[in-house]
């Protein structure tokens, strides 16, 4: 029922039935003179891994949507310029459309037909990634009228089209993330524009590394911002790309900006809760072996100073400052402590990461949102998922979306609060907010299992 549908994904599929074909025209003869010719033009862009979002719901859904990405139906690889046209269009026709520039068609699709009321269907194709899909959805649907040149006659006619007079909303992105989709498997790289690029701004900002202003485009400021991350922390990690590990250091980082306090300055007059603090610290580091006695005793002392030694701040007993704490000994154990801490939760992310990774290498999460009708794999998953949370009864387990699994959907959505009665949009749909619901569930508690009993248990 298309009322169950959420509305973003509702506008998808009426503009699908929009630019189905009525009839073709291929077996006209094609004009060997320009011509003028009404269009009815949509985009298209190349999917990648490790998008945040995907508009059906993952990356080979997409890709089947989108087609592959890589090379047109005449083998060119695909570029700015190029369009899908109708069969009766050779490759290499030019068509030339008022404030978007010069095409040239290398490739079909299923639904490039000519329209019942004389017009043609247009697809072109506007970036790969993020940002490509994010300009397609701002391209909508338009009707125009062209200039059609066959390609006997306009040879001398180069591809012409700049992509960035196209806008681009990025935020609208947003709608379409699931849960397994966190910083650390984000992708983001130098030169690129999208969701993930602002997300790894956001985390930069927040730790506290903000030299590029959240702009969505990975530029040399951006690449600064990284490297001073990555330096203070001493990371050995690309400056121009994100990593799995530089992203959960960053998720880490930001939250520790929240977290730590302040070093106190200790010498044999500090109060006692300054110094329990310290002997803490010290011992979470490895210097400290006694009591958490808040005396200023020679073990305090001694664990101070090794840490001094260490650290170059101190030569030995007699040097200044040595067995005290004060600016520059507080501000050096606040970093080395920063440190420590983001690579202890760093690495509890990347466990849960490192879950959601081998669900995904044994096909485990489910890629396409769903609803009544779709049949597969990717339902099957949805009913048992549904089953181990008590909505769906295992002997009913077939592939098949229909009325039982969009009642259980329905019932999961309520308990978790994904809708809030049973005429909501994406109600009984397994659209974004459900499948975050239900991925997140499922990686918590394997994680969980994972901490509790080893990797084993997987």
Not at 307 to 328: C, R, V, W
């Amino acid at each position: 029922m298309l009322k169950r549908i959420p509305i973003h994904l509702v506008v998808i599929l009426v503009f699908l039935v929009a630019v189905t074909p009525m009839h073709t025209m291929s077996n006209e003869p094609f004009p060997g003179e320009k011509f003028e010719q009404e269009f009815l033009i949509t985009a298209y862009y190349s999917p990648k891994p490790d998008q945040c979002c995907y508009v059906l719901g993952g990356l080979e859904a997409d890709r089947v949507y989108n087609g592959q990405g890589m090379r047109s139906a005449d083998g060119t690889e695909v570029y700015a310029g190029m369009i899908a046209a109708p069969p009766r269009y050779p490759f290499g026709t030019r068509i030339i459309l008022p404030g978007l520039g010069t095409f040239i068609v290398h490739d079909r699709g299923g639904a490039i037909r000519g329209m019942e009321d004389g017009s043609d269907r247009l697809d072109i194709w506007v970036g790969e990634g993020e940002e490509g899909l994010a300009r397609a959805f701002m391209f909508g649907l338009q009707k125009m009228r062209g200039t059609v040149y066959p390609s006997a006659t306009a040879s001398q006619l180069k591809a012409s089209v700049d992509l960035q007079r196209i806008p681009l909303d990025l935020d609208r992105l947003n709608q379409y993330r699931t849960a397994q989709i966190g910083l650390p498997a984000l992708r983001p790289k130098y030169g690129q524009r999208g969701i993930s690029v602002v997300e790894l701004q956001r985390a930069l900002k927040e730790a506290g590394y903000d030299r590029a202003g959240v702009t969505g485009v990975f530029d040399d400021l951006t690449r600064e911002s990284l490297r001073a991350f990555l330096t203070d922390f001493h990371l050995d990690e690309p400056d121009d790309a994100l990593t799995e590990r530089t992203g959960a250091a960053l998720v880490a980082a930001r939250l520790w900006k929240e977290k730590r306090q302040d070093i106190p300055y200790i010498s044999s007059d500090a109060n006692e809760d300054s110094i329990r603090f310290i002997q803490r610290t010290l011992r979470r580091l490895g210097y400290y072996h006694g009591r958490t006695n808040g005396l200023y005793d020679d073990l305090t002392f001694q664990a101070i100073l090794s840490f001094q030694k260490d650290y170059g701040l101190a030569s030995d007993e007699t040097s200044s400052g040595a067995g005290h704490i004060g600016p520059i000994t507080s501000r050096i154990l606040q970093a080395v402590l920063g440190r420590v801490w983001v690579e202890w939760y760093a690495g509890k992310l990347l466990d849960r990461q490192n879950v959601v990774n081998i669900l995904a290498k044994r096909g485990e999460l489910i890629e396409k949102f769903l609803g009544r009708g779709e049949q597969g794999n990717d339902v099957r998953l949805l009913q048992s998922l549904l089953v181990e949370h008590g909505f769906f009864p295992e002997k009913e387990i077939n592939g098949v979306f229909g009325a039982l699994t969009a009642r259980a959907v329905g019932q999961y959505q309520l308990e978790r609060g994904v809708i809030t009665g049973s005429n909501d949009d994406g109600a009984e749909f397994a659209g974004p907010a459900t499948l975050r619901a239900l991925h997140r569930d499922r990686i918590m508690n394997l994680y969980n299992a994972v901490r509790a009993e080893g990797w084993g248990v997987l």
